[in-house]
């Protein structure tokens, strides 16, 4: 059974450019969120979609989006990037119904941005 | 809001030391609250996890009590291992389904030989 995987793996980009991410969610599990992990920090969440819809948001502007697919996999958008969006963009998965903490985390996609 | 705050690191002990990584929040309410933890090359992954006040979390030989007097949850092992040398997370939630994790800052834990 996977687990949640994300791509891809590393990536770099330039100021201004826009990038995606992808997730998918493992088996079974119906609710993708998002998490920006800054070196050195500890996540923080972004948004959380279920049912192809934004269900929780995070204190991210607006040029962090997002979009869930009815398979329930997930890509996460950013636009216009800027130079502190550099981070490590954790997946994870859960089933709505979850208790708290019943979160599957992914490896992470790391961002650089130059 | 909510917010937790973590012990400065990096920590590096000796196999068979004990280990104490103190974690205080800062919520509204009773939050749940967890200790995750990341190991090289790994996703994070839950450690332990407690939902009301004087509940113990324990997993894997680790022990953490929730102190809602002291807003403390602090991680124990009595002896670690060198496997256990990992990033570790405190963190919490409001309780109820698929509420978000607001998490600490995080510490690194290296155990030597």
């Known amino acids: 059974d996977a687990g949640v995987t994300q791509s891809p793996t590393h990536l770099i980009k330039t100021r201004g450019q826009q990038v995606t991410l992808r997730c998918s969610p493992k088996?079974?599990?119906?609710?993708v969120s998002w998490y920006q992990q800054a070196l050195g920090q500890g996540p923080q969440f972004i948004f959380q979609?279920?049912?192809?819809?934004?269900?929780q948001r995070g204190n991210f502007p607006d040029r962090f989006s997002g979009h869930q697919f009815p398979n329930y996999s997930s890509e996460l958008n950013v636009n216009a990037l800027l130079l502190g969006d550099s981070a490590l963009y954790l997946c994870?998965?859960?089933?709505?119904?979850?208790?708290?903490?019943?979160?599957?985390f992914g490896e992470g996609s790391r961002l650089t941005v130059l | 809001g909510n917010s937790v705050t973590q012990m400065e690191g990096p920590v590096t002990l000796s196999e068979e030391a004990f280990l104490t990584i103190n974690c205080t929040y800062t919520?509204?309410?009773?939050?749940?609250l967890f200790w995750y933890v990341q190991y090289p090359g790994e996703g994070l992954q839950l450690l332990l996890k407690?939902?009301?006040?004087?509940d113990k979390g324990s997993n894997k030989g680790f022990e953490a009590t929730y102190r809602k007097e002291t807003t403390s949850f602090h991680l124990e092992k009595g002896s670690v291992q060198v496997s256990d040398s990992a990033v570790y997370f405190c963190?919490?939630?409001?309780?109820?389904?698929?509420?978000?994790?607001?998490f600490g800052k995080g510490i690194t834990l290296s155990v030597r030989p």
């Open positions: 994870a998965s859960s089933l709505s119904s979850a208790r708290p903490g019943e979160l599957f």
């Open positions: 088996s079974g599990h119906d609710t």
């Open positions: 979609y279920y049912e192809e819809e934004e269900r």
């Open positions: 919520a509204t309410g009773y939050p749940s």
């Open positions: 407690a939902t009301k006040a004087d």
């Open positions: 963190a919490l939630s409001k309780t109820g389904a698929n509420s978000k994790l607001t």
